[in-house]
T-cell receptor, first 114, second 109 residues
């Protein structure tokens, strides 16, 4: 059971380049989300999805796009990378429960924008 | 703006000592969660507290949810080097779970 799989684990981009961070889960979770983690800032929610075809913005959505065409996959797209997007990105998934649902995290994708 | 304030930011103790980490907010939460994160890995859930005044124990870890459901604490008894990690509290609607900035705990032998 792989859980939540993120690729790539490391990426270096130049300012203005675009890329997609991939996230896949094999637990049949309805809920998926993307967070970024910066020193001293904790985890901040970028976008989330409560099911295929449904996405919504989190706390820091600017500069990022998402789509959810299948239950398993939730890619995060950076359209024009900026140095401020240098961070560690985590994908997480959960059963669809009103409260107290456990978030299962991937191992993270470390992105550096030069 | 962080809705959840954690203190202290950093804690370094010797093996065998006790420690307490705090998570405070001005908002009321229907539930609060505590996660632990180790370097190079994603956070892992330790516990969820849902009832005001609730106390949960996980071996040497004791978690408490405030009566007003605005704060929580994590107490570790007789800390061990394996307890080293970043401790994060999280709260909010499960769809928009927000995290505190974390408390880095270092336990030295």
């Amino acid at each position: 059971n792989a859980g939540v799989t993120q690729t790539p684990k490391f990426q270096v981009l130049k300012t203005g380049q675009s890329m997609t961070l991939q996230c896949a889960q094999d637990m049949n979770h309805e809920y998926m989300s993307w967070y970024r983690q910066d020193p001293g800032m904790g985890l901040r929610l970028i976008h989330y999805s409560v099911g295929a075809g449904i996405t919504d913005q989190g706390e820091v959505p600017n500069g990022y796009n998402v789509s959810r065409s299948t239950t398993e996959d939730f890619p995060l797209r950076l359209l024009s990378a900026a140095p401020s997007q240098t961070s560690v990105y985590f994908c997480a998934s959960s059963y669809s429960r009103p409260r107290g649902g456990e978030l299962f995290f991937g191992e993270g994708s470390r992105l550096t924008v030069l | 703006t962080q809705l959840l304030e954690q203190s202290p930011q950093f804690l370094s103790i010797q093996e065998g000592e006790n420690l307490t980490v705090y998570c405070n907010s001005s908002s009321v939460f229907s539930s609060l969660q505590w996660y632990r994160q180790e370097p190079g890995e994603g956070p892992v859930l330790l516990v969820t507290v849902v009832t005001g005044g609730e106390v949960k124990k996980l071996k040497r870890l004791t978690f408490q949810f405030g009566d007003a459901r605005k704060d929580s604490s994590l107490h570790i008894t007789a800390a061990q080097p394996g307890d080293t990690g970043l401790y994060l509290c999280a709260g909010g609607n499960w769809g928009k779970l927000q995290f505190g900035a974390g408390t880095q705990v270092v336990v030295t032998p």
